[in-house]
């Protein structure tokens, strides 16, 4: 079922979105409609925090591993 919905823009703008509805072979309604969706539709996405948070504690074996091998790898170039 389908409703109607009286917006109110600028002129210029309404000129601009039906130029850009008809080149794309659309309606204005259905450009803001489907802007409308996206808008209100929830994400399944995480965002990075949330997904760094899932990861692993690196562990103290390889936080040591990894100095161990930068200190070894630039003892030679730099002569520490």
Known sequence: ???KL???IDSKLSGRAKTYAKKHHTS???LVESYLE???TPTSRKN???LLNELPEPSNNQVETSRNKYYE???KKYGF
Do not use: G, H, P, R
Request: charged share 30%; proline share 0%; no cysteine.
């Open 1 to 3: 079922m389908k409703d």
């Open 6 to 8: 009286n917006l109110t």
């Open 28 to 30: 204005v309604s259905n």
């Open 38 to 40: 996206k808008l209100t």
């Open 48 to 50: 990075i925090l949330q």
């Open 73 to 75: 790898e630039n003892k």
